[in-house]
Nanobody, 120 residues
Framework: QVQVVESGGGLVRAGGSLRLSCAASGSIFRLVSMGWYRQAPGKERELVAR???????DYAESVKGRFTISRLNAENTVYLQMNSLKPEESAVYYC??????????????WGQGTQVTVSS
């Protein structure tokens, strides 16, 4: 089993900042990527930012220049620094981990989600 735990959501005013944290643990043999997705009410879940074990970064166009994803490889932890937040970015933010486990599975794991609310 792989556990994914997020923290750091909350309420912030438009233009403000928040930092999300995500830690992965459990039966991880090789961690391929860690990333953040978000889902607003009535909308599909979408990629916000992702980092691979090799250090490659991937951002949604709408967050480039404002959000920064970073990872502590040794601790299987990823952070998302979000600056200049907009009300339309209010959503539940989910951490995703793609890994090869010690029992021989390639699989994707999700955290429980953390609410981010941006007031206007």
């Amino acid at each position: 089993q792989v556990q994914v735990v997020e923290s750091g959501g909350g309420l912030v005013r438009a233009g403000g900042s928040l930092r999300l944290s995500c830690a992965a643990s459990g039966s991880i043999f090789r961690l391929v990527s860690m990333g953040w997705y978000r889902q607003a009410p009535g909308k599909e879940r979408e990629l916000v930012a992702r980092v691979t074990s090799g250090g490659s970064l991937d951002y949604a166009e709408s967050v480039k220049g404002r959000f920064t994803i970073s990872r502590l490889n040794a601790e299987n932890t990823v952070y998302l620094q979000m600056n200049s937040l907009k009300p339309e970015e209010s959503a539940v933010y989910y951490c995703n981990v793609y890994a090869y486990t010690t029992i021989g599975n390639w699989d994707s794991y999700w955290g429980q989600g953390t609410q981010v609310t941006v007031s206007s």
